[in-house]
C-alpha cells in the first residue's frame, strides 16, 4: 500500500523557518517527481514547489527566494524547506509523489499519490 507521509509542520512567529519532510513508501519510486502543495481555509489548493528525480526544480512565484526543496532518492523522501515564512504561508501543506510523465510539475494533476497534510500557521 502507497503511503505518503509528511511531518514537521507547527507554529512558527513571521520571519521564522520550519522544515517539512515527505517521506513515501509502498512502491518503487525510482523516477518519480516529488511536489508541494498547499491550501488555506476558504481557498484553493496551490502549489508551492517541485522537484523531479534527477533533482530539477520548480516554484511558484510567491515562494521563490525563501523556501528550498529538495530530495533524498534513496529514501524516498522529499523536503520543503521554509525560511522567512510569512503569515500569509499559513495552511496546510500537503506532500505528492507522481510517476515522470508529461504533466506540468505545477498541476495537482501530475500526482498520483497524496499525503493527509501537515499544518503550518505562522503568527505575525
Known amino acids: 500500500q502507497v503511503q505518503v507521509v509528511e511531518s514537521g509542520g507547527g507554529l512558527v512567529q513571521a520571519v521564522g523557518s520550519l522544515r517539512l519532510s515527505c517521506a513515501a513508501s509502498g512502491r518503487t519510486f525510482s523516477g518519480y517527481r516529488m511536489g508541494w502543495f498547499r491550501q488555506a481555509p476558504g481557498k484553493e489548493r496551490e502549489f508551492v514547489a517541485a522537484i523531479t528525480w534527477s533533482g530539477y526544480t520548480q516554484y511558484a512565484d510567491y515562494v521563490k527566494g525563501r523556501f528550498t526543496i529538495s530530495n533524498d532518492n534513496a529514501k524516498n523522501t522529499a523536503y520543503l524547506q521554509m525560511n522567512s515564512l510569512k503569515p500569509e504561508d499559513a495552511a496546510v501543506y500537503y506532500c505528492?509523489?507522481?510517476?515522470?510523465?508529461?504533466?506540468?510539475?505545477?498541476?495537482?494533476?501530475?500526482?498520483?499519490?497524496w499525503g493527509q497534510g501537515t499544518q503550518v500557521t505562522v503568527s505575525s
Open positions: 505528492a509523489a507522481g510517476a515522470p510523465t508529461g504533466a506540468p510539475l505545477g498541476r495537482a494533476a501530475a500526482y498520483a499519490y
